[in-house]
């Protein structure tokens, strides 16, 4: 099944777990995807950054306004 609803795809740019690298390519293949890579974070950007999630959250919520 394909993605048809815009989507929002979120990294730590210290993820050891699942490197950015990865986060990309994904973000490359979803047809209405947009990539956003969170500064001087890990895997656990959600605990450490929470703003920077919030921000992306909003931005994807403009974006199926």
Not at 23 to 41: C, E, G, K, M, W
Request: net charge positive; charged share 20%.
């Amino acid at each position: 099944p394909k993605l048809t609803i815009p989507a929002e795809v979120v990294v730590g740019d210290s993820d050891r777990l699942i490197p950015p690298a990865n986060s990309t390519i994904i973000a490359q293949r979803l047809p209405d995807a947009s990539l956003t890579v969170i500064p001087n974070a890990g895997h656990s950007f959600a605990n450490e950054k929470p703003w920077a999630l919030r921000e992306a959250i909003a931005r994807l919520a403009q974006r199926l306004a």
